[in-house]
């Protein structure tokens, strides 16, 4: 089974040229049983100064070319993806641990992110401006030129298309600098990028550590903006460096959403969706809902319902179709999250389930976590405070709309929000309160391209997907065109 995933060759890709890089090395591990898929060369500052060069002198012909052309490699790409969409999601599940079912998701998602993005271009009128004097005005928008892309672990291939794709569509080249655990879905996507016919140059795939190839592309003078999606504390490094060259980022960054059940919600559907909400990829995901607020009238039948079905959830192999649970990405990181659980037991939280890993022999070698449900801890404790990024649910309860408000605004983050009630005022009002660039109301984590996404707070900067998405890859110029025929009187 797991021979069908194809492990890409130890060659990165620098502006159209596939060889290995000439930085330190490092092992991909599959999170499942700790053995090491292969061995990638890390890029270095070297590969990232080739590729910001040779991206810029591509980006030059490339930004002229007309939309539909730009367009056409777009759909082509798309082409590629849907065509290896198997093989890239068992790629993917290897190097992340996650189900099949979600790298396929994933896979379709990036797939479906190009394909909107090249109809978007298609449809990106420039503006008239309304004249408010005797010129025509208007305002265009034009490439950047080299784009800097940083993604993380969690879900490379769709990180990297909702980059990738609006920044080519623009007339941009992109130098993208994956995960250090997870390059490989990366590569691979960079294989279908260099079939498709794409001019060479455009794109470059240069995975390597944060601190020396992500900072080398941050700093390089010749990137005139980063998009990166990850940690808040890596975001902020990033966009203090931005601030030195007076460079654009779009920060996607972390989460610690709040998911609200109203007395009125529907039990079944809210507890279905609250599982899904931090259960799926092992809670390894930036809108996970991770604080659940249950009104206190509730809330022990609640619990006891939700703590069943969290004990029923199957635990396994990310290949096998049975499996909710997979492992985490990294043997590191779940030990991460074990000691945030720990701390939170040593605090005064009640487990209810879960706060270990799974016994037997199966889990032994792999990265796996229990979905754990902890009680008794106040919204300010750390343990409902950080972002713990794995399978953790922390549970609160409210008596009152305004305190429940406050508590649930009571975050550094403002990423995402689950609203549970059958009555659509409580919802409208209580959406309107939230600090959070998504809400959602009776579901949770669903996606659309077509819909923007940002995070407000430490949850980031700048907006990615929807139709201007595009625009954000931009540079835009307002032209003035005058319209009198006789001189300026001002020169008399
Ligand atoms: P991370 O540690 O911030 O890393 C993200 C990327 O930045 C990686 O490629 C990393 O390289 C690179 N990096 C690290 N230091 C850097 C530096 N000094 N300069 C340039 N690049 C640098 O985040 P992560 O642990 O991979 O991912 C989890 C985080 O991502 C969570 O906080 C999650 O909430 C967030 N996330 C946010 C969204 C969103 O849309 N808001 C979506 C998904 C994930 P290495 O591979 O060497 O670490």
């Known amino acids: 089974m797991l021979a069908e995933a194809v492990v890409p060759a130890d060659e990165i890709l620098v502006a159209g040229e596939w060889r290995r890089g000439s930085g330190a090395e490092s092992k991909s591990i599959d999170p499942a049983d700790g053995s090491v898929i ?70 379709a998602s990036a797939a479906g992110t190009f394909r909107y993005m090249a109809a978007a271009l298609e449809t990106f009128d ?25 993604t993380p672990w969690n879900s490379p291939i769709a990180s990297d298309a909702q980059k990738i794709a609006p920044a080519l569509a623009a007339g941009n080249a992109v130098v993208l600098k994956p995960a250090e655990w997870t390059p490989l879905v990366s590569l691979a996507l960079a294989r279908i990028i260099t079939d498709s016919g794409l001019p060479p140059g455009l794109v470059s795939v240069l995975p390597g550590r944060g601190s020396v190839a992500g900072d080398a592309i941050v700093r390089h003078p010749g990137v005139g903006k980063v998009s990166f999606t990850g940690g808040t504390t890596t975001g902020r490094l990033i966009a203090h460096a931005a601030a030195d060259k007076l460079m654009p980022v779009t920060l996607e960054l ?48 609640f619990l006891e319902r939700l703590v069943k079905a969290v004990a029923r959830l199957r635990i396994g192999h990310g290949l096998d179709p049975a499996t909710q649970v997979a492992p985490l990405v990294h043997h590191r990181h779940r030990d991460s999250v074990a000691g945030h659980v720990e701390r939170a037991r040593a605090a005064g939280g009640e487990v209810l389930v879960g706060g270990g890993v799974p016994e037997g022999d199966v889990y032994a070698d792999g990265a796996y976590y229990l979905p754990t449900v902890i009680a008794g801890l106040d919204n300010s404790s750390p343990t409902c405070q950080e972002e713990i990024f794995g399978p953790v649910l922390s549970v609160l309860t409210y008596d009152d709309e305004d305190d429940l408000v406050a508590r649930a605004n009571d975050s550094v983050y403002g990423l995402a929000c689950g609203l549970w009630t059958r009555d659509y005022r409580t919802a409208w009002r ?18 659309s391209i077509s819909t923007p996404f940002s995070g407000m707070k430490e949850s980031g900067l700048g907006t990615e997907k929807g139709r201007r998405g595009i625009a954000e890859y931009t540079r835009q110029k307002s032209l003035y065109w005058g319209l009198d025929e006789a001189p300026h009187p001002w020169a008399g």
């Open 38 to 107: 292969t061995t990638v060369h890390h890029a270095t500052a070297e590969d990232v100064d080739e590729a910001v060069s040779r991206g810029a002198e591509a980006s030059a012909e490339w930004g002229r070319r007309l939309p539909h052309e730009r367009a056409r490699h777009l759909h082509r790409i798309a082409d590629g993806i849907e065509g290896a969409a198997e093989r890239l999601a068992r790629l993917q599940t290897r190097d992340t641990g996650k189900t099949l079912k979600e790298t396929s998701a994933l896979v």
């Open 126 to 150: 420039e503006e008239l401006t309304a004249p408010r004097g005797s010129s025509l005005t208007m305002s265009v928008h034009e490439p950047i030129g080299v784009v800097g892309a940083i």
């Open 254 to 301: 972390g989460g610690k959403s709040p998911t609200i059940v109203f007395e009125d919600a529907d039990i079944e559907a809210a507890i279905a969706g609250i599982l899904f909400g931090i259960y799926s990829s092992s809670g390894q995901s930036c809108i996970a809902g991770s604080r659940l607020f249950l009104p206190s009238a509730r809330a022990e039948e």
């Open 430 to 447: 209580v959406a309107r309160r939230i600090d959070a660039g998504t809400v959602w109301i009776n579901t949770y984590k669903q996606f």
